[in-house]
């Protein structure tokens, strides 16, 4: 990967919805970037998923959406998601063969290794905000994740 100061800054927020979970999901995601001072939305849908797919799917969606190696500040509100990456869940669930600290499969591993594969060629921080709580961009990406599962429901 290229030095962290050469790297294009992006700041990306995602979100999952469902209802009812597990049910119809849509995801939704906001790419900013700091440098050229663009946004970019992107959303999608799945029939029969879950809150936590959703989440993730969002957040694969959006960093494989970048064309290059970025240094990327994703901001999500599921503790799920970041918690995975910082406390370090991954790394045991991998040296355990993809198995809880209780010894169960790990739900949603095909999405877990498709976040690990994409999230490394970026350079990532992981950051929680809490939901609904006025910001933006979260907002926003909860609108595009709600709207996409809306539309998937009119179509069904």
Known sequence: MSNSS????????TD????PNPGMGGWGAV??????????EI???EAST???????????EAL???????RVELY???SYLRNAFEQKWLQNWQRKNWRTSGGKPVLNRDL???????SQLHEVAWHWVKAHAGNSENERADALAVNARIELAADS
């Open 76 to 78: 999500t509100d599921s």
């Open 112 to 118: 877990w290794e498709k976040l690990l594969k994409v």
């Open 43 to 45: 959303s999608g849908s």
């Open 6 to 13: 050469s790297l294009q800054h992006v700041l990306i927020y």
């Open 16 to 19: 999952g919805a469902c209802s």
């Open 31 to 40: 790419l900013i970037s700091k440098k050229h001072q663009q946004r970019k």
């Open 64 to 70: 494989s959406s970048l064309k290059q190696p970025c």
């Open 50 to 60: 879950t809150n936590n797919r959703m989440e993730l799917t969002a957040a694969v």
